[in-house]
């Protein structure tokens, strides 16, 4: 079974913070690019971030750079996507997503060889 499971999702005022987490199961991390996406109901799948391998680069999406940091533990398998300032455009089912040997030049999520089930990110007053 090859799995990657997110969590920390949840209800939180705009402003807020959340940390999300995504446990890798089945497979190490040391060869894949992480990256993060979300999608929203009538919307196409965005583009977070992405993070290499070695975490020597990252790279943002526009719409939350400044606000929103990832990061990996490859030790652990787990790969973090801290969000700071949430807005309510933010609100969206948050996925994280594993590429084999991606530069992160780009957010790509064309392309893409395993992901998660998701996990919901409500910001609302």
């Known amino acids: 079974q090859l799995q990657l499971v997110e969590s920390g999702g949840g209800l939180v005022q705009p402003g807020g913070s959340l940390r999300l987490s995504c446990a890798a199961s089945g497979f190490t991390l040391n060869r894949y690019s992480m990256l993060w996406f979300r999608q929203s109901p009538g919307k196409e799948r965005e583009g977070v971030s992405c993070?290499?391998?070695?975490?020597?680069?990252?790279n943002y999406a526009d719409s939350v750079k400044g606000r929103f940091t990832t990061s990996r533990d490859n030790a652990k398998g787990t790969v973090y996507l801290q969000m700071n300032s949430l807005k309510p455009e933010d609100t969206a089912v948050y996925y994280c997503?594993?590429?084999?040997?991606?530069?992160?030049?780009?957010?790509?999520?064309?392309?893409?060889?395993?992901w998660g089930q998701g996990t919901q990110v409500t910001v609302s007053s």
């Open positions: 993070i290499t391998s070695a975490s020597t680069n990252t």
């Open positions: 997503a594993a590429a084999l040997w991606r530069s992160c030049g780009t957010i790509d999520v064309s392309s893409l060889d395993y």
